[in-house]
Structure formats: structure tokens, C-alpha cells
């Protein structure tokens, strides 16, 4: 028999003690940390921590230590999130006419390599519709014509984000979503959502990026998963990576090359995601690899 | 007995038979081709070219070659140049008072890497005199005060390209040398003064780009080199790397980290310049590696 | 309208006037060279050429071309092929029970990323009966019980090789097919079959390199595409690549990771062999990218 | 006033409240932890530790700490070291006829890069009396002849040890020193000797890895930090990296690139070192970067 683990994560003031106080917390209720990491951010002057542990107690129920650890909390105002390591994730992915990443992440879950249940795939096109049934995935499709009105536009959105409701879903994916999200959206899915850009940022922000790298001659290119802000292409940055190019390549041959980068990123992002290893601290982005 | 070798570099209209004609030309005076490259922008309907031959016909001398050259050249419009490659480039090294950049350029020369003449470093600071000193090469020490005059800033540009011309310079390297150079003097340089930036440009031009990083939250940092023009951090890019980065790093860190790949992406770019594979292609650069 | 393009690429003793000759040929015969490279190995004293041209006289066609070049190649003694630029080379999968290489190569193909046809889909197990299903490609299972016999193995190999030739099959991926060819099957495949390995060869040789890896305490682990060669694991290398890793991980995290490498570096070799970039110079490759 | 700051590294085997204990006695004394990293190896069943903290209560000195920790050790059967980390460690550098890691060491220690006090270069050759006497350290000639004696290598590894127990070495760097030591050397200098291997360990053991590596036509090429023990090539890697090459390299070239892969490899893992940052899991490393 194996035990219950949880995944905490926690951020705070960094004070002195925090580690010891929640390592006794764990120690006192009979748990065993796994794995642990910290981080105290000298500029934001804040403390992070993710511990993975497990529950030998078998007098210890979930409820309880949830309880309790919220008390603790509290006396340091801690920002905290108790996840249960077992429970996969609920996904919603999006996608518009290319489908490179939506292949790659369905093809990572279905070989049980992204431990998450993927329970809708949203999109403004039809494209991926029968990729989506070769995976038994529900396919939802949402169209949003050239130029909508500001209504239509909401309304679009209103269903997208009944269908996040309706399934749980615990993180949105933008896997090459071709649209612009409105501020209400961006922050209805505040900390939920992740998008990759296909390129460096902050280099080439907005459309076209592999013709802006075209033109201004860079020697590599890149991809940047982050979560979705308000401030387009300025969300917290979770991951980045880069290929060589040179001045023999068209843009399609960057956009080809990208597309390679934009799988590796995004997919990487996402796991650390549902592993529970990303904190935000402000604009920015703690990984706990 | 070894044969005379040159570098024949070439630019013009894209247009048939080029390849054919310049190879025709080598061996019809005698020429061996060594190694040859070519490429045709597609975006700018020119075509770049680099021969590396032996020229094993003893009745043939380099000015024959230059002269008869040069009447095929002129029929189909190109730029062109004809290096002896057993000629080495004559360089001046710049630098102010970060150093690395300096001193890996010095041991690559000392210990026969990099096949150049550095016949002056100059700089507006002394930190580095006993370093040029314990390399045998003279150092000139042009001071420049912090907001000096438009006039002593000329005064202090007048003497550097001074230098340049009495050494006969073949390339400037700007190996962090923390000034802004006057337009006049970029022009007087154009093409052949290539720069160190401490960013994987277009992203975070200017000053102190590892503390942009730093507070943008970016996963990967990264250094370029260029050739130097009025357009600040927007000349012709030659070469780019990065290193990885992370939350725990501050400031201090990735300027450490980011060194590294300023001296090897500045050495890279160097190297290609000393061996005649940059072309210049309206603000990008072809680099035939 | 556009021109018909081929691709020629040849080997032959290194010798004088080689380019010179080519080029000549083709703009004697309305061709126009789009792009070509060369390589002469100093060690074998053999040279390498890939010349990409359009064929711009109407007057002449493929088979004249083709008739009229094998003159000058045998002058030169030159191993050689003309390939029609546009002509998708024919494809057949193999796979046991380990699937992103071949889900990855699909969807490139279907994505328009990868110009082949793939004709066949060849498997030892059942697994990715459905994939192939999805992309309406034949599959053929042909088991092969562990520890079959001697002709079992033999008989299945005939198998193999029938579908090859009813397809009039160009390139055989061994996509994770975990089977050893054996030495006649790998004779009859020579120059036309590429496995993917994962170690970074040849480090790790041979069944579970990730464990090998894991024992080993290395830093970085690597993927090898190499043509398949009676000799296991020897193969002329095409491609390789590598990812980090830290001594936090399990042998199944550096499986993981490592299956990001296996698909880039395959998918990187399979289209350098569709566009005629790979050459054998002995044990070794030339790819002219 | 800033307090004083310790690193301590501890391993063994896993139990339930390590951390807890650690942090219960660090808090005990008055101390803070700055920076604190784990791991739990589940093959050998060993816990690794490193903990940077500073230590605030005027009245807890640094013996009194390192015996009361002790004990604490003792209980739990501790593997343990406690570092003062404003306290330089002491390195000397050794080195044959290729110098380009000890100029990239010197230059790093010279810029405050490398936190160390260089006490010593030791070196059979004479080639590098000047570059040390331009950064004013000792050079020790101590020549061994090819095909020395047995006894002449035993005396000539016995003024080596002499001089590494004269000036208290904390870290011998092998940087390029071409020499095989003896068994006894090894396990003199166990866990405290660090060497840079021209290849991508384990490939290409032995001399000559880059001419080995050009003979097996691969792709890319490393360099490998490992501690030196008495089996060759087969210490614990420490860190790795790689660099792209192409078939058109001779091994000069890639000699030369090489280069630039074992400055940086070897400069990270000194660093590491020096930080304490690295800790022995039987033949493997654990790395808390």
C-alpha cells in the first residue's frame, strides 16, 4: 500500500523559521517530505516553497491537514495551495488553424507522459476536429468571425468560460489560440491559463514574429510559454528556448523550425504546471525544476 | 612548396551562369577551388558568393588575377574582394573596464587561434595596460570624461581612428568599450568595427540589459555580435548565442553567466570576419561558416 | 508557370575543375543553379557536391539530361543521382510499442512539413493500429514472438521487404522498431534505411541506454539518427542532439526528456534525406543543410 | 554590519525528519537559512543536503555550532562538512603545454569571478612561467620526462603532494595536465582533485578524443569535468556540455572548438566546488546548483 502525497506550495514575507515551521507542521503530522525547494526573492523580499510529501498517518485525512495548515498560515500570511499528487489535472486546450502543439500535448497524455485528464479542446476553426475524436476528446467549436462585433466577441467568450466551468478545468492551454483575449477574459482565467508565443520575447511581440526575425537577420529563434495577462505578450514568463536559423532561411523555414521550439516549451510549461512547480511572484515566474 | 591561396568574396544581381562564369575564370588562370559557397536572396534578388582557391600556375601573379578579375566583375556589376589568405588582418581591440572579452581575444591570438596581427588596444581606462603589456601590444589610453564635450569627444574619436590609419586596421573590435562612437565616426568604420552587446538583441537594447532581464523574468539570456552603425544596437547582426537562466539568479549572476557567451559569440564573429566569410546584405549579413 | 528542378548530387575523386565542369554542363543544358554546396574531405581525397537547379529550356527534358550528364560522369568517374525536385519520395514507418517518433513524423506529414508519401506503416505489435487508422495509412502487423527462430525471423523479414517493394519504398524510418535487422536485411536496406538510437553514440550503445546513462551519472543525455548498417549501433551518423539533465532524475524522467530529442533529431535526418542532403562518405555522412 | 555566513553539506541515508531536524537546530542557534536544497536518492537510498545560512545570535560562535552540529551528525549517522562561505578556498592549478583553461581560470579569479586565493601552478612544462608570473602566482616546474621511471614519476607526484600540503589545497585543477597519475596520487587527492576530459564522457576515453571523434563522424562534440580517480576517465562527472560540428571540420577545427566547450564545463564545475555546492553519491555526483 502506498500513502497519500501532496504537493504545497506556499509563498510569504521571508521571515526566519518558515522552513522550520513547516517542516514541523509536516514532521508533527506524521508526514515525509519527498522533495522540497525554496527561494526567497531579495527584491520582492518574498519567501516560496513547494514541498512534496506523503501522509503516513493513516489518523491524518486531507480535510484535517488542510485545516490545521491553514492556521499556521495564517500567523504568516501565507498565500498557499494544498494539491492532492495524485489528482490529475483537468485541461481545456485551444487551438485555431495550426495544430503542432495541440498533436504534441495529446500525443504526451494519451503515452501518459502529461498526467492530466484533457477534457475539452476549444476552437474558433474545425481543422483539428477529427484529430480531436481520434483522441475521444469532447470538441467544442466556438467560430468568431474576421472583425466580430465587440458582442460577438463576448459571447464567444461567455461560452468558452462556461465550458472551463461546466469541466473544472484547472488550466487553460492556448496551443496556438489565434486570438486576442479581452481583459475580462484574461482575468477570469488570472493564473490559470498559459499561452506560447512564437518567439523570444520580449523580441518580435505581436503577429508574424518569425517575418520580424526574418528581417532583422537574428542567428536564432525562440518560444515563450506564459501565463496570459491582460498586457498581451507581457504575461510572466514560465519557459524559453531557442534554435539556430541562418541567412539561408525563409520565414517558412524559421516557422517550421519554431514550430519544433513552440512543442518542446509549451509542453514543458504545462507539466511543470500540473506538477505544481510554477509560483508567481508579481510579473514574474518561480520554477521549481 | 605550398601554392598561393586566396579568398575571393562577391556580391551582386542574382542572374545566371555566376557560378559558372567565376568558376571558369579560376580555371582558366590556373585556380584550384578549395571551398566554395554560395547563396541567393530570394528578398533582395542578390546573390553572395566565397571561393577559397589555389592559384597553382606560377606564371599567374596576384595583380594579373586582381586586374582580370575585375574586367569580369565589372560585366555583371559586383562587389568584390580578393584576399591573400595567408595575409593576417590587422586588428584593434577596444575595451573600457570589464575585460573578459579583451583577454580571451589576447590568448586566442597568443595561442595561434585566431590568425590576426593586434597591432593596438585602446581604451578610456588604464585597467587594462598591464594586461596589453604582458602580450607585448601597444595600449593607448584615450581618456573620455563623463560628459565631456561634443568637442573633446571628437578630439578623443580623432585619435582613435588615428590609430586606425596608421596601423592600416583591418577590423575594430569593440570588446565592451562603453562608449557611444559619434555617427562620423561608425561612418569612417562602416563595415569594419563589430560590436559585443550584452543581449540577445532586438531584445533589451541600451544599458545595463542583464538587469532587464533580470526584472522581465526571461529564462534564457544571451550576448550578439555586429557590426557597428549609427543605428545603435541595430547594426547587421553576425552571431547570437544564449545560456540558461533561473528565478534564484539576481543581476550578478547573469552578468557572470552572460560573459561566457560574450566571449565565445564575439571570438565566433571575429573568427568569421579574419577569414573573409561575413557579407554584408543591406542591414543582415549572410556568414558563410 | 514554374520550371521543373532537380537535384543532383555526386561524389568522385577529388580533382581539378569539378565545379567548373558541372556548372558548365548545366548552363549548357538551360539549367539554373538555385543553390549548391561542395565538400572535399582531405582525408579520403574525395569531393562532394549537391547542386539544386531549375531546368529552364523546354527542350530539354529529364531523361536527355540525365543521359547526357552520365557521359560526364563517367569521365569522372562519379557516384551520382538526379532526383525530380518535386517527386515526394515514398516512405515506410516501422514501430514496435514506443510511439512519439512516429506520431511526431506523421504529423509533420500530414502538416505539409514532410514532402513524402508514406506508403506503409510496418509494425511488430498492434499498439498504433488506431494511429495509423487516423491517417488512413496501411498497417501491416508482422509480429515477431521473443525468441523466435532463426527462420521465423527470416520469414517475417521477407515480409518486410515484399511491402518495401510493392511500395517502391525510398527510405525506411525505423521509429523505435525495436527489433535487430538482421545482416541480410540490412544489406538489402543499405543507404535507404535510418534508425533512431537513443544515447548520444557512441556513448551507451546497445538495449536501455537511459538507464546506462542514469548508472553513468551524466549531465546531458542525447539522441543519434544514423543509417541502419549490419554493424548495430555503428552506423554513419546523421544527426544527433542532446538535452540536460540533473542527478534528480530517474531513469523514466531521462526517458521522457529524452523522447523530445529522439523526435527532433529523427525528423531533422528524415528530412535531410527527403531533400537529397545526406551523402556516405564511407562510414561517415556529408549533409550539406 | 553583515553576520556571519556557513554552508553546510551533509548526506545520509533517508529517515523522516532531516530537514526538520536541521532546521530545528539551525533556528536553535540563531541562525537563518539564506538558501537550502535536498535530495532524496531513491537507489541508493541516501539524502543529500546543502544549507547556506547566516548565523545572527552574537553569542553562537562557529566551534561552539560545529560541535553542537556534531552531535546532532552523530545521531543520524551524518556524512558533514561546515564551510565558512566568506572564507576563500585555496586552489592550485596544473597544467602542461595547452593553456586555455588556465588563462580563462586565471582571467575569472583576477575579475572576483572565482571566489578562490590561487596558490600554486604546478606544470611539467615551462610554456605558462609567464602568464602566472603576470598574475603574480608561484609556478612549480616539475618536469617528467616521457617513458619516465617509476621512481621518477613516484618523486616527481611527491613534490607535487608537498606543495598541495604546504599551501593547505583545498581543490587541485587539473586544467590540461597531460599526465596520467598514479594510484596513490588519486587517492591522495580523493574528492579534492578535479580534471577536464576532452570528450563527451564516456565516449572517446583516453588521448586524442577530438581525432576519435572526427574518425566516428559525430555531430557534436564535449568536454567532461569529472573528479580524478585511480580509474581513468571514470570518475564522477561533475558537468558536461557540447558543441555543433559539421562534416567539413577537420580535427583541428574541432580542437579549437572543443576548446571554448572545456573552458566553460571546467570553470562551472570549479565554481561549483568552491561553493560546495557538489556532493559524491558513490560514483556519481549530486549537483545543487
Redesign the interface.
Known amino acids: 500500500m502506498s500513502y497519500p502525497e501532496y504537493i504545497l506550495t506556499l509563498s510569504c514575507l521571508d521571515q526566519?523559521?518558515i522552513?522550520?515551521r513547516v517542516?514541523?507542521f509536516?514532521?508533527d503530522h506524521g508526514c515525509?517530505?519527498?522533495?522540497?525547494?525554496?527561494?526567497?526573492?531579495?527584491q520582492s523580499q518574498l519567501f516560496f516553497m513547494r514541498v512534496h510529501f506523503s501522509s503516513?498517518d493513516v489518523a491524518v485525512a486531507e480535510e484535517g491537514l488542510r485545516a490545521e495548515f491553514a492556521a499556521l498560515a495564517d500567523t504568516m500570511q501565507m498565500q498557499w495551495q494544498l494539491h492532492d499528487a495524485y489528482k490529475k489535472p483537468r485541461l481545456m486546450l485551444m487551438v485555431s488553424k495550426i495544430?503542432?502543439c495541440l498533436?504534441?500535448l495529446l500525443?504526451r497524455y494519451k503515452?501518459g507522459?502529461l498526467p492530466v485528464e484533457i477534457s475539452a479542446i476549444v476552437s474558433n476553426h474545425t481543422d483539428f476536429y477529427?484529430?480531436a475524436a481520434?483522441y475521444n476528446i469532447p470538441f467544442h467549436h466556438l467560430p468568431l468571425a474576421a472583425g466580430a462585433s465587440k458582442e460577438a466577441k463576448q459571447a464567444q467568450e461567455a461560452k468558452v468560460l462556461d465550458i472551463v466551468e461546466a469541466n473544472n478545468i484547472d488550466l487553460v492551454v492556448l496551443a496556438r489560440y489565434m486570438q486576442i483575449l479581452s481583459p475580462a477574459m484574461c482575468t477570469a482565467l488570472t493564473g490559470r491559463a498559459i499561452n506560447i508565443h512564437h518567439s523570444?520575447?520580449?523580441?518580435?511581440k505581436g503577429a508574424k514574429p518569425y517575418y520580424q526575425a526574418h528581417e532583422?537577420?537574428?542567428?536564432?529563434i525562440?518560444a515563450t510559454a506564459h501565463f496570459v495577462t491582460g498586457d498581451l505578450d507581457e504575461g510572466?514568463?514560465?519557459?524559453?528556448?531557442?534554435a539556430?536559423v541562418?541567412?539561408?532561411m525563409?520565414p517558412d523555414t524559421l516557422t517550421?523550425i519554431g514550430?519544433?521550439v513552440e512543442?518542446?516549451v509549451l509542453?514543458r510549461a504545462v507539466k511543470w504546471f500540473v506538477e505544481h512547480r510554477i509560483l508567481l511572484?508579481g510579473?514574474?515566474?518561480?520554477?521549481f525544476?
Open positions: 526566519r523559521g522552513v522550520h517542516s514541523g509536516l514532521a515525509n517530505i519527498i522533495d522540497s525547494a525554496q527561494f526567497g526573492d531579495a503516513e495544430g503542432h498533436n504534441d500525443f503515452s507522459l477529427q484529430l481520434s523570444f520575447l520580449p523580441s518580435f532583422r537577420g537574428v542567428k536564432l525562440g510572466p514568463i514560465i519557459e524559453q528556448d531557442v539556430r541562418d541567412h539561408a525563409e517550421a514550430r519544433d512543442c518542446v509542453a511572484n510579473h514574474k515566474t518561480v520554477v525544476k
